[in-house]
């Protein structure tokens, strides 16, 4: 049986509009990468300012960059 932490070092770092989130975490829309967002695992991704986008996992050294 594979680890909780192992499957989360193979999750999708980049997920589109629409899609459960892989990993809960800081997740940024590719149009405004200093947006970020807390998501949940199993969340749906939503749109960013009303038009469909790729969300990115993020970071926290990123974010404080």
Do not use: Y
Request: net charge neutral.
């Amino acid at each position: 049986m594979k680890s909780i932490a192992l499957l989360r070092e193979r999750a999708t770092r980049v997920m589109p509009t629409g899609s459960h989130c892989p990993a809960s975490g800081l997740w940024s829309p590719d149009a405004e990468p200093d947006a970020v967002l807390v998501f949940a695992e199993g969340h749906v991704l939503p749109a960013h300012n009303g038009l469909p986008t790729v969300w990115r996992l993020r970071t926290a050294g990123e974010v404080q960059a």
